[in-house]
């Protein structure tokens, strides 16, 4: 299913510093000149570089274009499918450096120069917080854990079995329900008791679930960081002299605290309305003449404008979110810019609702024609929650994998959720890698229930 040969993606993220990486920061004496754009290899992950509502983000990634405004150069990103294909870019000069973690063991160090700081991860078992948490490996002594199937996580339980003497219940796990994030969603909700992942995937999804608990060790630290080529000792020395300045070490922890530490939960179900607005008598909030101008517009029902507002912020003009949208419908500021209106704009319910319109009707044009009549909606709430890209990919999984890619119900609903599976995100067809797919299945059925509502006490 995974395809070996290297598959750089289209995705070549040209001068992205028009967008992110603006010069700046702390200038440093170099001893070798840094050319005007860094070629840059990585790969799709959770947390170190992914795409979102069309916009890049990701630790590594951000970190990287902090690298480049204190350097007052450019980059351009190039996509590798695998870790073996990643290397032989670096190789073969296609890349200047590998901007994500690469383990630092006997192996890599014969074909890498690490540089830069180094993230420092283990092993954790994740459990429900509460009274019956258990404080040592000891007691997991006939208990279940679930891990995937053929995984490192697999094979430190069974060696930790041995060193217990034995006794652990171990449940391997295979396909998508042996994920990392969906054994982790199933501890959240007490379908089973524990799962062991790495400390930096626990932690992201920390964010999402407090009702978990993350501090027991189980394995030992696994240390990673970017690497450059053999003969590219001036450009590690220029990246460790950066990520040694104080400028850098505080961006860091502030990257670290966005992706790791601010909470990515459900909204809390409640309408939040300013001070100054008020919702009318009969009506849905106090934005209802709005929506129903701008769906009057799109040729849409207004209470599904109202639908999408709620779960978007809680009818809160204010809400930002940990990725960065703003205002009542939710809106990234680059999509903002791209539609005329300004970031600290966001706020006003009317540009937030008129700029939210343009995107839906965008998106429908998107999937007119490459949906089910009956089905579209649904792929429009898909695409505006995670992105049309990741909804095409979807689409292309799905037709690859003889699903129908134009019902979304039990097929590319379906898809989405192989999206977080590095075997699907990174298979050919794939042109935006990881997504996590629970968020745009859910949302989908999460609006829709919403609009039904609003339809049966609401007067259109």
Known sequence: MRRSALLTLALTLLLLVVESCVSGGNEVVETHKIPDTLNVGTLYSPT???????????????????????????????????????????????????????????????????????????????????????????????????????????????????????????????????????????????????????????????????????????????????????????????????????????????????????????????????????????GISPYDHVFKQYAKDMGWDWRLLAAIAYSESGFDPNATSWMGARGLMQVMPKTARAHGAAENSLSDPAVSIRVASKILKELEGVMRGRTAAGDRIKFILAAYNAGSGHVTDAMALARKFELNPRVWEDNVAQAMLWEMDPEYYNDSVCNYGYCRGTEPVDYVVKVLNRYEYYKKNFKR
């Not at 040592?136 to 995984?151: A, C, F, M, P």
């Not at 089973?192 to 626990?202: E, G, K, L, N, P």
């Not at 450009?235 to 505080?250: F, G, P, Q, V």
């Open 48 to 282: 170190g570089f992914f795409i979102l509502k069309g916009d890049t983000m990701g630790y590594d990634y951000d970190r990287i274009c902090d690298f480049a405004r204190s350097r007052g150069i450019a980059l351009r990103f190039k996509v590798a499918r695998s870790m073996p294909d990643l290397l032989d870019m670096l190789k073969k000069k296609r890349v200047d450096v590998l901007a994500c973690e690469i383990p630092v063991t006997a192996e890599y160090k014969t074909r890498v120069l690490h540089c830069g700081a180094v993230n420092e991860t283990h092993q954790v078992l994740v459990q429900h917080s509460g009274k019956d948490m258990i404080y040592d490996v000891t007691q997991l002594i006939g208990r279940d854990v679930y891990v995937e199937k053929g995984s490192k996580y697999e094979s430190r339980l069974r060696n930790l079995d041995n060193e217990v003497g034995g006794g652990i219940n171990i449940h391997a796990v295979e396909g998508e329900a042996a994920l990392p994030t969906e054994l982790i969603s199933k501890v959240s909700k007490r379908k089973i008791s524990y799962t062991i992942v790495d400390s930096d995937i626990a932690q992201m999804n920390l964010t999402y679930y407090d009702s978990i608990n993350i501090g027991l060790r189980v394995g030992f630290e696994q240390r990673s960081s970017w690497a450059v080529s053999r003969q590219n000792q001036w450009l590690a020395d220029s990246i460790n002299t950066w990520a040694a300045s104080s400028n850098a070490r505080e961006y860091s922890k502030q990257v670290l605290k966005h992706y790791f530490e601010m909470n990515r939960g459900p909204k809390p179900d409640s309408v939040k309305v300013d001070t100054v607005a008020v919702t009318p008598p009969g």
